[in-house]
């Protein structure tokens, strides 16, 4: 088959949703449709889930599922699925955010009854940010919920979305009798059995006809009439290219743990959803189709086994094929590397594999070479951009409990942030080392893995800090930089990158730099041109 036609085939999109909303649930049923697991329950939940164990232990257990969880690829008609996990869990909202930027597009869940959350708000923002197309499940219509166009408003008010709906739901909860795909023109009926895996749906062209009374009731089929007639109303009507822009998100309604919507769900989305989409390094814009490999580093999981330092790092290819012992240049080393056992995923099983094409991920044994957002190319000199790093919540001093360990405690430090779980600031005042995080549990993670995968020991003293902000002066020779940089001097640091921060102990004294400095911008965001 030809390069182009394998990319075409590849959809790569990530499932977003605030915690217990469905997420595994509908990667499960997904999973189910394209024959890749057997049987319901196969897909473990990396959720925290809070009970007896402490909370890193618990993160322990999450990381080891999400070993497995990182892809879950597989067939579906003439589609290669390839789907990336990203944690709901606020605490891991960075690793989601750095996924995102391996993605081509998103479906976001919804819980019927909780509307929109926190989590999904946050996640959508940066989906927004970066126009990735996104279609929308408003998930447990099995169950009562708010009212559909309620729901749909507040998708709109609080996502900032523009949404048309392409399912609408007949009635909710008991009285769910099942939805009308206004996609595909047809009802399907809810029995309430999970079991099934190809729902039946029965063709209905024409609403107003008097079957829809005697198949769904006179008062459900009057309802439905209205509440399509005003959805044709009031929403725009689906165009493809306004969702591949990011500009217009169609809405789909269903039951997960039912497997009921999730069909049409997924046909509607190997139909839209786009392939493999051309990436911006800081040279050029990088097409799927070309010839040559490229592609970047958007994850790492390390020390699964404490024994071996075992690294997997997961490379999103950009363009052409990455092929088993070919060398590839490191970008950022200059290094040729090759590997001999690249692995891909299928379902929730790695192999090796001599090939894969842009769109797929590879997972690659490391023993250090990488960092997050490093790229590898047949050759060229450049980068992808597009992995930034967001000011942190939370920010503490970290002290080494044991002198004779300082080696293990640096090496373990490096490691850790290469691999994102935290990022580290370094006071520009007297050197001393900041740990910033986004969840107050990294913490813990942190503490815990040093001593058992570097045999160092460290501890936390708090340092007051609001955000960080990476500074961008408009010329760094100019009076007031310099005079931001003596007045600021207690609260500069380096970020790992050697960039500059500003580290802000409240939002008044950001204010107050903004209003005292104009010259000298203070930016959230790492990569901010
Ligand atoms: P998440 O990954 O987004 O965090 O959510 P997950 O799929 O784990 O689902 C959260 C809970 O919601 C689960 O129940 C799941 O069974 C339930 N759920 C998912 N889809 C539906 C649906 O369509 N209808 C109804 N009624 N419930 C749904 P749980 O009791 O927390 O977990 P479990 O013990 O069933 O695994």
């Known amino acids: 088959m030809s390069l182009q036609k394998e990319i075409s085939k590849r959809r790569t999109f990530g499932i977003i949703s605030h915690p217990d909303a469905g997420k595994t649930t509908l990667t499960e049923k997904l999973l189910l449709f394209g024959g890749a ?30 070993v497995a969880t990182s892809v879950l690829a597989f067939n579906y008609r003439d589609k290669k699925i390839n789907i990336l996990d990203t944690p ?72 900032g979305l523009r949404v048309t709906p392409l399912s609408f739901p007949i009635g909710m909860g008991y009285d769910f009798k099942g939805i009308y795909n206004i996609w595909e023109k047809n009802i399907n009926l809810f029995s309430g059995d999970s079991r099934k895996n190809i729902e039946e749906t029965i063709a209905f062209d024409d609403v107003e006809s008097p079957e829809l009374d005697e198949l769904i009731g006179e008062a459900h089929a009057e309802s439905l009439r209205e509440n399509l007639e005003l959805t044709y109303e009031v929403y725009p009507d689906f165009d493809r290219d306004a969702y591949l822009k990011g500009e217009l998100q169609p809405v789909f309604f269903g039951s997960a743990l039912n497997n009921f919507g999730v069909r049409e769900l997924l046909d509607c989305f190997i139909e839209l959803a786009p392939a493999p989409r051309p990436k911006q390094s800081n040279t050029r814009l990088v097409d799927p189709n070309e010839e040559a490999f490229s592609g970047f580093v958007f994850k790492i999981h390390a020390n699964m086994d404490p024994k071996h330092r075992d690294r997997l790092a997961f490379i999103k290819i950009v363009s052409g094929t990455f092929e088993r012992n070919k060398p590839y240049l490191h970008v950022r080393n200059k290094k040729k590397l090759k590997f001999s056992s690249p692995n891909a995923f299928f379902a929730e099983k790695k192999e090796i594999v001599d090939i894969s094409y842009a769109g797929d991920i590879v997972g690659l044994h490391d023993t250090g070479n990488f960092k997050i957002g490093d790229t590898l190319t047949e050759g060229e000199e450049m980068l992808f951009k597009g992995i930034p790093s967001f000011s942190p919540e939370h920010f503490r001093y970290i002290n080494n409990a044991d002198p004779m360990k300082s080696k293990q405690l640096e090496k373990g430090i490096d490691q850790l942030m290469d691999e994102g779980v935290a990022q580290l600031f370094t006071l520009e005042l007297n ?98 041109k």
């Not at 939940?45 to 009970?51: D, E, L, Q």
């Not at 940010?129 to 708010?146: A, Q, S, T």
């Open 88 to 159: 709901g869990h606020k605490d891991f909202a960075e690793d989601t955010f750095r996924t995102l930027t391996a993605v081509d597009s998103v479906i976001v869940v919804i819980d019927v009854a909780k509307g929109v959350e926190e989590q999904t708000e946050k996640l959508v923002e940066v989906c927004r940010m970066r126009n990735i197309p996104m279609i929308v499940f408003i998930n447990k219509l099995d169950r009562e919920g708010k009212d559909a166009f309620d729901l749909l408003d507040e998708v709109e008010q609080k996502l």
């Open 431 to 528: 050197g001393r080392k900041i740990i910033g995080t986004v969840g107050a549990l990294q913490y813990e993670v942190i503490q815990y893995r040093l001593e058992h995968e570097y045999g160092a020991k460290c501890t936390y003293e708090n340092f007051p800090v609001f955000k960080a902000c990476w500074i961008e002066p408009e010329d760094p020779k100019n009076e007031e930089y310099q005079e931001f940089l003596r007045v600021k001097q207690k609260f500069l640091a380096k970020d790992k990158k050697g960039q500059l921060v500003f580290l802000a102990d409240s939002p008044f004294s950001i204010d107050m730099a903004k209003q005292k400095y104009p010259s000298v911008k203070l930016h959230y965001v790492s990569e901010y």
């Open 37 to 66: 697991i057997q049987e319901a329950g196969a897909v473990k939940s990396n959720k925290i889930k809070k009970g007896a164990t402490s909370d890193f232990m618990e993160i322990e257990r999450q990381r080891g599922i999400s």
